[in-house]
């Protein structure tokens, strides 16, 4: 498994933009497909976006295409999520994931997680 801790999120005006860093541990980062989650209050966490592990491909959720942009570095062990125009219903805790083998969008299918960030967007 890997170890990973995020960075990045804050207090965001809506309109505004953030971007997250998660680094990783480990010399295996580059095998893992990549992800990051989200989860509001009161509600389950969610799936935001996937990396494949040489970052040829990437899925996003409905909810965010357009507007955030997933990418990593593998010589730095470290994947970026870029988020632009953001709405007060992005704020949740952000979190990244790691899972070998195949990206997937499903919480259940990812083996190690960070501790997570906070992203607020206020109206």
């Known amino acids: 498994q890997v170890q990973l801790v995020e960075s990045g999120g804050g207090l965001v005006q809506a309109g505004g933009s953030l971007r997250l860093s998660c680094a990783a541990s480990g010399r295996t980062f580059s095998s893992y497909a990549m992800g990051w989650f989200r989860q509001a209050p009161g509600k389950e966490r969610e799936f935001v976006a996937v990396?494949?592990?040489?970052?040829?491909?990437?899925y996003y959720a409905d909810s965010v295409k357009g507007r955030f942009t997933i990418s990593r570095d593998n010589a730095k062990n470290t994947v970026y999520l870029q988020m632009n125009s953001l709405k007060p219903e992005d704020t949740a805790v952000y979190y990244c994931a790691a899972k070998r083998g195949w990206a997937t969008s499903h919480v259940a299918d990812f083996e190690s997680w960070g501790q997570g960030t906070q992203v607020t967007v206020s109206s």
């Open positions: 990396i494949s592990w040489g970052g040829g491909s990437t």
